[in-house]
């Protein structure tokens, strides 16, 4: 039986324990090798996927064009020079898409897609590979300030509100997300104030289902230079790490790319050593689940798609696998 690329590399990494592996604290290592084949396996799926989503939907939303350009910029800043030039040309469509006037609902298109304007600010803030333009920027935060609700929340973009956890949980996830998005590109009393107001809505907040809270909570206490929050939300994210190393997007659900993406990604970005035992565990994780094209299979995260394969969750999974992956490259 042939084995996937990615299950041969793992064996690979197994095996060569010396001097090309090294072992910290008797527990073994993932090789650079390993992880760069990994997310180069995935980078063609990536694009053919998201290409045909440009072609097919003329549509920036549902977590699609923004996390292609964001991968592919973060593969850019990882030395995989090939990517940059693609990120560019997919970045300079989704800004134009997003700021096109929509005749049907006379609004900037953009305003019905905030969680998108987010991640674009996200994957594409100051000193990445391929920036977002100062101007660019300042539009999309006036789009953000502009659809904060009065409470101080936003609500959720698209088909996001009929995911499988609870309606407020989403919104208090993508508020969070737009508050990371304001942190990075916004700064001016108007911002600062917009950021108050969803302070005090999200403190709030009850007990959360989903993995993704605790490890965009964990990003923004990060940001915030707040502590407390951010020790006691590290811990919560290590303590539901599953035993294959990997997270599920519900917090009792099996473990998925989505999920231990995002968790990853939380966890290098806020500074855990590479060589920390939850890191290393996930990138096995990660390496050792991925198919033979490059995807990571994920379940639907709306309630009537939940327990069946979803494409859209399998292209959302597969880039947020990728771009944690490269986040945990040193």
Not at 152 to 163: E, I, R
Not at 254 to 272: H, K
Request: charged share 25%; with cysteine.
């Amino acid at each position: 039986m042939r084995l996937p690329v990615s299950l041969s590399l793992l064996a690979i990494t197994a095996c060569c324990l010396s001097p090309s592996a090294a072992r910290a604290d008797d527990k073994l290592t993932v090789s650079a090798e390993a992880l760069r084949n990994t997310v180069a396996n995935s980078l063609p799926y990536l694009e053919t996927a998201g290409l045909a989503w440009i072609e097919e939907k003329d549509c920036v939303s549902c977590h699609r064009i923004s996390f292609q350009s964001w991968s592919y910029n973060a593969a850019a800043g990882r030395g995989f020079s090939e990517t940059e030039a693609k990120a560019r040309t997919w970045l300079d469509w989704s800004v134009a898409k997003s700021l096109e006037p929509n005749l049907e609902t006379e609004k900037i298109s953009g305003e019905t897609n905030i969680d998108g304007l987010s991640q674009l600010l996200l994957g594409h803030r100051a000193g990445t590979a391929v920036p977002m333009k100062k101007i660019e920027q300042q539009q999309f935060v006036k789009l953000i300030l502009k659809t904060q609700l009065e409470d101080g929340s936003w609500v959720a973009a698209g088909q996001l509100p009929m995911q499988k956890r609870p309606k407020r949980e989403t919104a208090e996830v993508s508020t969070m997300w737009n508050l990371l998005a304001l942190h990075t590109a916004g700064d001016s009393t108007e911002v600062d104030a917009a950021i108050e107001r969803a302070k005090a809505w999200l403190a709030e907040a009850k007990p959360a289902v989903s993995s993704e809270w605790h490890a965009v909570r964990l990003l923004l206490a990060d940001m915030e230079n707040n502590e407390s929050v951010r020790e006691t939300e590290l811990e919560q994210l290590r303590s539901l790490q599953r035993e294959d190393g990997g997270w599920g997007w519900l917090i009792d659900a099996e473990s998925d790319a989505l999920a231990t993406g995002q968790a990853l990604y939380a966890l290098a970005a806020v500074g855990v050593d590479p060589q920390d035992p939850a890191i290393v565990r996930a990138q096995q994780y990660l390496i050792s689940t991925q198919t033979e094209d490059g995807s990571w299979p994920v379940h639907g995260t709306k309630e009537k798609k939940k327990d069946q394969i979803e494409e859209t969750a399998t292209y959302w999974g597969t880039a947020w696998a990728v771009i944690a992956l490269l986040e945990t490259m040193e």
